[in-house]
């Protein structure tokens, strides 16, 4: 079983940057293809970027391209989201999550198996 706790989430004002964290365990970290998704009221949970088991590969959703980053430390069983130039729209609730499966369709969230509790962004002046 793997744990996931996010933290990191906060009110910014738009044009603004934060910077996600994600702390797994429970399995060895460097096993896990690693995911942050967003949920906002009223709509479906959706991909926002993944990575990787080594944190050689990324995908971003073309909403946040330029704008995120992700990445991860194997030696800290953490992965990140920065999250630059922020817009009114990238208010959610924005979860990580983890799958034990090889890279590929990492935007396919039926493919992670575990989830965090999230935490909530809001983007507003």
């Known amino acids: 079983q793997v744990q996931l706790v996010e933290s990191g989430g906060g009110l910014v004002q738009p044009g603004g940057s934060l910077r996600l964290s994600c702390v797994a365990s429970?399995?060895?970290?460097?096993?896990?293809?690693m995911g942050w998704f967003r949920q906002a009221p009223g709509k479906e949970r959706e991909f926002v970027a993944g990575t990787s088991r080594s944190g050689g590969s990324t995908d971003y959703a073309d909403s946040v391209k330029g704008r995120f980053t992700i990445s991860r430390d194997n030696a800290k069983n953490t992965v990140y989201l920065q999250m630059n130039s922020l817009k009114p729209e990238d208010t959610a609730v924005y979860l990580c999550a983890a799958r034990i499966t090889a890279w590929g369709m990492v935007s396919l969230r039926n493919a992670y198996a575990y989830w965090g509790q999230g935490t909530q962004v809001t983007v507003s002046s």
């Open positions: 429970g399995r060895t970290f460097s096993s896990l293809v």
